[in-house]
């Protein structure tokens, strides 16, 4: 039984519907309604319009609807998090972690958004008698596409980002959790959030298609790399700016002097919450020989601690999308036929029906396993012992991603150099995952991980066109370079560029 499943659409006209169910428990969720071309397009309309509106408010006006929704989080926070439990199998700590980023999130850019988008003045190092002003316009329509292993939080958060910028924003939710998204219109919705400036369209890669061939301004994709690519190909073909947030194989390097203890839990965490499905997850180990057996050992330890199963109270919950399921599983029959050995796991969970792989654990893995090069996106840690840790940077480099990676080691120092040397869109030392936590940083992938970033103040500039407005101070009647064009302005030139840049006191004040 799919999770997703396409039935008679029940209703008259063209729309298509899809079942939901539980991955946990297999039940009924709900059924959506695929939003068509034309849904999209009237709801581009209707975006628009609000719009004009919306970016005339102060920057305090738009932050207290946004506070507001703050509010209808914590009033119906246990209503939300159970929909996230029921279409995603998730652990309830999981579920809820995703309604604390919310409000965070709400609270961060509320409050500082006016300050990060304030125009700027920049002093210009040569042109004296011009002034400059930086002005943070709004883009107008953002498509928000998004995925189904944090349902709430990745549509919340861009959405959050891209409204207090002034944009209206309509949020396309994965197929496979479309009522976590639904449930952000309506925490919205009930925020008094004008109509219009914020729409949820439900449905599925054809909704997703038909939102990035509509009017919009920018795409902010969150998903896998074959989806990025599409979208990327897509806004070429219209020159709309996208960001494009995908998968990852992040690599975790383990120096001989880390804290085993706290090392082997945050492989233990990095790699089996949210069931392994976060972008950010601990996708692979390389340890340093000498304290290989006893870091194994430990993490093998703690894997064989974790509760699994449906009810909301285990520690490491369903596969989310039952079509995730075949790729772990092939990746690990890939890695048993290449000569890894199975330590943990290694198989579907014989005591649940639903959709549960058990956490597991390889060892003797090498490069030529798929285990090591594709993304898994599920409860899997292969662990591979190399000589030292030049081995473990040059193996941790050699990926097609770039999203994220972690360094273990008591020097802090050493920590900070070999994560520098990571080709990786961020690193962590000493700790996993914690971008997304961190408000301020900007998160983003190198290579197919991903184009551009979310967050911080970086991600909120990225949902506005930064426009430069230059003004003359003076007023004279006409600038040296305008026209005429005369010999004695070309030698003029050609004397100021040789006092400029031509003497070393020139270059001082150039
Ligand atoms: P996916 O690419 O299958 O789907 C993501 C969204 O794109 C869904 O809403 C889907 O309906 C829509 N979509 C599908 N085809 C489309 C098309 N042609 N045009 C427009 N939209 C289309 O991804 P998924 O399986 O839902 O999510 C898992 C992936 O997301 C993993 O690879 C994971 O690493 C990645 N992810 C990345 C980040 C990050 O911040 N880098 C965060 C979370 C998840």
């Known amino acids: 039984m799919a999770v997703v499943e396409a039935i008679q659409a029940e209703r008259a006209?063209?729309?298509?519907?899809?079942?939901?169910?539980?991955?946990?428990?297999l039940e009924p969720v709900g059924e959506i309604d695929v939003a068509t071309p034309d849904d999209v397009h009237a709801a581009v309309e209707r975006a628009r319009k609000a719009q004009t509106a919306w970016?005339?408010?102060?920057?305090?006006?738009r932050g207290r609807f946004l506070e507001r929704a703050i509010d209808v989080l914590l009033s119906r926070e246990e209503e939300l998090v159970d929909t996230i439990i029921a279409e995603t199998g998730k652990p309830r700590a999981e579920a809820l972690a995703e309604i604390v980023t919310s409000c965070d999130a709400l609270q961060f850019y509320a409050r500082r958004a006016e300050g990060m988008l304030a125009d700027r003045s920049v002093p210009l190092h040569l042109l004296k008698t011009k002034k400059l002003r930086i002005v943070y316009q709004p883009l107008g329509v953002v498509g928000i596409i998004t995925p189904w292993n944090f349902p709430f939080i990745l549509s919340l958060n861009p959405s959050a980002q891209a409204l207090m910028a002034g944009n209206a924003v309509l949020l396309k939710p994965s197929e496979v959790t479309p009522f976590s998204g639904r449930l952000v219109a309506e925490?919205?919705?009930?925020?008094?959030?004008?109509?219009?400036?914020?729409?949820?369209?439900?449905?599925?890669?054809?909704?997703?298609?038909a939102l990035v061939g509509a009017d919009v301004d920018k795409i902010s994709f969150t998903g896998s790399?074959?989806?990025?690519?599409?979208?990327?190909?897509?806004?070429?073909?219209?020159?709309?700016p996208c960001t494009l947030e995908l998968g990852g194989k992040d690599p975790m390097v383990v120096c001989a002097d880390a804290d085993l203890e706290r090392a082997s839990a945050g492989a233990v965490f990095g790699a089996f919450s949210n069931g392994g499905q976060v972008c950010t997850s601990t996708e692979r180990v390389y340890v340093v020989d000498e304290v290989a057996d006893a870091f194994v050992r430990k993490v093998v330890e703690k894997t064989g601690e974790l509760r699994q199963g449906p009810g909301g109270e285990s520690d490491v919950g369903a596969v989310i999308?039952?079509?995730?399921?075949?790729?772990i599983e092939s990746?690990?029959?890939?890695?048993?036929?290449?000569?890894?050995?199975?330590l943990c796991g290694g198989r579907r969970n014989p005591e649940w029906e639903g959709h549960y792989y058990e956490p597991?654990?390889?060892?003797?893995?090498?490069?030529?396993?798929?285990?090591?090069?594709?993304?898994?996106?599920?409860?899997?840690?292969?662990?591979?012992a190399v000589r030292d840790e030049d081995e473990a940077l040059a193996l941790a480099n050699d990926t097609s991603y770039g999203l994220n990676a972690n360094v273990w080691t008591r020097d802090k120092r050493k920590?900070?150099?070999?994560?520098?040397?990571?080709?990786?869109?961020?690193?962590?030392?000493?700790?996993?995952?914690?971008?997304?936590?961190?408000?301020?940083?900007?998160?983003?992938g190198r290579r197919d991980s991903g184009i551009g970033q979310v967050n911080g103040e970086t991600g909120l500039r990225g949902y506005c066109h930064a426009q430069s407005i230059v003004v003359d101070r003076f007023g004279s009647k006409s600038e040296f370079l305008w026209f005429p064009y005369t010999a004695r302005k070309s030698k003029t030139m050609r004397r100021l560029m040789r006092l400029l840049w031509g003497t070393p006191l020139g270059r001082l004040l150039s």
């Open 360 to 384: 597991t654990v390889l060892a003797d893995v090498t490069h030529d396993m798929d285990v090591m090069r594709e993304e898994t996106f599920g409860p899997v840690l292969p662990i591979m």
């Open 321 to 327: 999308d039952p079509a995730q399921l075949d790729i």
């Open 55 to 61: 970016a005339e408010l102060p920057f305090r006006e």
């Open 13 to 25: 006209g063209d729309r298509r519907r899809l079942r939901v169910a539980s991955p946990a428990t």
């Open 187 to 209: 925490v919205f919705e009930a925020a008094g959030l004008p109509e219009g400036v914020f729409q949820c369209l439900s449905g599925d890669g054809e909704t997703g298609a």
């Open 225 to 240: 790399v074959a989806t990025g690519r599409k979208i990327a190909v897509a806004c070429a073909e219209r020159l709309v």
């Open 415 to 444: 920590g900070l150099g070999l994560a520098r040397r990571l080709a990786s869109g961020s690193a962590v030392v000493n700790d996993c995952m914690v971008t997304y936590g961190v408000t301020e940083s900007p998160f983003g």
């Open 331 to 342: 990746h690990v029959a890939d890695a048993r036929r290449k000569g890894a050995r199975v």
